[in-house]
């Protein structure tokens, strides 16, 4: 087993090319690696290995469901992130929402930037979360995924994202999930509402009847007072 490193631009160039052959122009392998890369410099581009793999084998299924000789420009501008969102669902299918809550809660900034936590609070976290089948196997499962990865600093293990790339997709789905919890938590509100409404309309309406009650029993009462009398 050896370790593949994150490519230079140069090289994932090459890798993109060379295999591509008559499928890819330069001009377009081009732009699929600075969108890997998250930069318009290649010089000083990073591109992880396994993104660049996933991006060019979703665009080459796309080209062939689409009956195209190339991929094309036009075809990477309509595909990318629609590639990104399918490779962060697949990646988290299998685990609870809670684990999915945890990666886009704790490793990306409010702001939207990649944030990195040590490995023992994130396995804390994944385990509160219920990850499955247990938090070591679940994160060990992320990294292999290519979704998390772990590196070294300061002889410190720590997690974060795999690559920059993936920010837009991961503030995208905390975006949605917290506007559909704010609606799920809305939507309760007014049926503990209702309920309350329900019960207090519900109790009027008994206290109501035994105010009826008890007048005429009163009305009872002094009618049979009087006839006495």
């Known amino acids: 087993r050896l370790r593949l ?26 732009s699929i690696v600075r969108f890997v890369a998250g930069s318009t410099d290649l010089d ?75 490995e023992e609070r994130m396995l804390k976290l994944l385990e509160a979360a219920g990850a499955a089948p247990a938090a070591a196997r679940c994160l060990a499962t992320l990294v292999d995924r290519r979704l998390l990865r772990i590196e070294e600093r300061l002889d410190v293990r720590r997690v974060e994202l795999t690559h920059d790339v993936l920010c837009g997709v991961v503030q995208g789905a905390r975006r949605s999930r917290v506007d559909r919890e704010a609606k799920e938590r809305a939507e309760q509100e007014l049926v503990a509402q209702q ?30 007072a009087a006839f006495g009398i």
């Open 44 to 118: 000083n581009a990073e591109v992880e290995p396994s993104l660049l793999s996933l991006i060019c084998r979703e665009l080459n299924n796309s080209r062939l469901a689409q009956g195209r000789a190339e991929i094309g420009a036009e075809l990477l501008a309509g595909s990318r992130d629609a590639i990104l969102v399918d490779f962060y669902t697949r990646a988290l299918s299998d685990q609870p929402p809670s684990v999915r809550a945890v990666i886009e809660d704790y490793l990306l900034t409010d702001s939207g930037y990649r944030e990195n936590l040590a």
């Open 5 to 30: 490193a994150r490519m230079t631009g140069e090289q994932a160039l090459e890798a993109v090319v060379r295999p591509g052959g008559r499928l890819v122009s330069r001009s377009v392998a081009e």
């Open 195 to 224: 309920s309350r409404a329900a019960a207090t309309r519900a109790a009027f309406n008994r206290a109501r009847t035994i105010a009826i009650g008890t007048s005429a029993l009163a009305l009872l009462a002094a009618g049979s």
